[in-house]
């Protein structure tokens, strides 16, 4: 059976994806239909991933001290994070189809688009997700996350 990952490193594995759904959308101009659902397909998992971790450490114990309450408050705002760029790509994407349409219903070379464009809801996602490495750096600076079990092992 394999183990289950701790969450320091269930944390480490949300932030790592993250960075890269980051990267992608920082170096993508493209309102691709494809690559949107590709991307808002992963902004959903890490979101899924933050709130399976959220439910793990609300189970852990009581939470009575700030510490662990601040600590799942960290984790929901990654959550949210996750959760608010999957719905500003599936507005991209939504507008993508929309452009595309009136592009192709057009009768003359004229055509007017309704704003915000795909990108601008590509750009609010890559803000959204810039929130996930602040969090997971606040959470290890202020040393919220709980020690593994195998680091309590005898040598």
């Known amino acids: 059976m394999p183990d289950r990952p701790t969450p320091a490193q269930t944390l480490d594995r949300i932030t790592a994806d993250a960075l890269a759904l980051h990267r992608a959308l920082r170096t ?8 949107l659902a590709t ?8 979101a899924d991933t933050a709130l399976y971790l959220f439910r793990h450490l609300a189970q852990l114990r009581p939470h009575t001290t700030s510490a662990e309450l601040l600590l799942l408050e960290r984790v929901a705002h990654i959550a ?4 608010d760029a999957g719905a500003e790509l599936a507005a991209a994407l939504a507008r993508a189809v929309e452009n595309r349409r009136r592009r192709a219903d057009a009768v003359s070379e004229r055509v007017v ?11 609010s996602a890559t803000d959204l997700l810039d929130r996930i490495p602040a969090l997971y750096h606040a959470i290890h600076r202020d040393r919220l996350v709980p ?9």
Request: hydrophobic share 30%; charged share 10%; glycine share 2%.
């Open 28 to 35: 993508s101009t493209t309102d691709h239909a494809h690559a």
């Open 39 to 46: 991307w808002i397909t992963e902004t959903h998992d890490l």
């Open 80 to 83: 949210k994070a996750a959760q």
């Open 113 to 123: 688009l309704v704003g915000p464009s795909p990108q601008q809801f590509i750009e």
């Open 147 to 155: 020690p593994s079990p195998l680091t309590h092992q005898p040598h």
